[in-house]
């Protein structure tokens, strides 16, 4: 897992993450971002967290997008390991309806940040722009790219609503 691979990492704690993630890797190929995913779970697979985090600056990784559910420990223990930028998004969890992955997540202590995106599918898409606008600061055509990615999204609004229906 070290070899270098892409630029952003997209990790989640489980298979039934990537229906949430795949919204982030979809946005990442939109905008031409090289990204690898892997399931890494901070509780059942933890040597593969450990590998994977600290190994991931020497893979040529630049940025690390980290989605999880329930006690949502997988970007804070990748941000503990790693002085990579960490996103993390909070899955929607079944019993609490990822209020709980929102709180693991975000409530950090002092001095190992994860930049804490929106539940859900939001949060997969906001976590691959704000990643994209990291290596777009030092890579040109990426950020021509990102702004015309917003201005198509621009561009999509109507001016007057209509009727649904
Ligand atoms: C977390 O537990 C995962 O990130 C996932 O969101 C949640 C449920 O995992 P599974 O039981 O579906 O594997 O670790």
Same mark, same amino acid.
């Given at each position: 897992m070290t070899d270098r691979q892409a630029d952003v990492a997209i990790i989640m704690g #489980?298979? #039934?993450?990537w229906t949430t993630m795949r919204h982030a890797a979809d946005t990442l190929a939109e905008l031409g971002v090289s990204h690898k995913s892997l399931i890494v779970s @901070?509780?059942?697979?933890p040597q593969r967290l450990y590998d994977f985090a600290t190994g991931a600056k020497a893979a040529g990784y630049k940025v690390v997008v980290a989605g999880a559910g329930g006690a949502a420990h997988l970007p804070g223990m990748a941000a503990a390991m790693t002085s990579l930028p960490v996103f993390g998004v909070p899955v929607e969890s079944k019993a609490l309806s990822g209020q709980d992955s929102l709180l693991s997540i975000v409530?950090?202590? @002092?001095g190992v940040p994860v930049g804490t995106l929106a539940i859900g599918k939001a949060g997969a898409i906001n976590a691959a722009l704000i990643a994209a606008a990291v290596l777009a600061l030092t890579d040109a055509e990426l950020a021509g790219r990102l702004e015309a990615w917003r201005a198509a999204q621009t561009d999509k609004v109507a001016l007057e609503p209509k009727d649904e229906g």
């Amino acid at each position: 897992m070290t070899d270098r691979q892409a630029d952003v990492a997209i990790i989640m704690g #489980s298979q #039934s993450d990537w229906t949430t993630m795949r919204h982030a890797a979809d946005t990442l190929a939109e905008l031409g971002v090289s990204h690898k995913s892997l399931i890494v779970s @901070a509780h059942r697979t933890p040597q593969r967290l450990y590998d994977f985090a600290t190994g991931a600056k020497a893979a040529g990784y630049k940025v690390v997008v980290a989605g999880a559910g329930g006690a949502a420990h997988l970007p804070g223990m990748a941000a503990a390991m790693t002085s990579l930028p960490v996103f993390g998004v909070p899955v929607e969890s079944k019993a609490l309806s990822g209020q709980d992955s929102l709180l693991s997540i975000v409530q950090m202590p @002092a001095g190992v940040p994860v930049g804490t995106l929106a539940i859900g599918k939001a949060g997969a898409i906001n976590a691959a722009l704000i990643a994209a606008a990291v290596l777009a600061l030092t890579d040109a055509e990426l950020a021509g790219r990102l702004e015309a990615w917003r201005a198509a999204q621009t561009d999509k609004v109507a001016l007057e609503p209509k009727d649904e229906g």
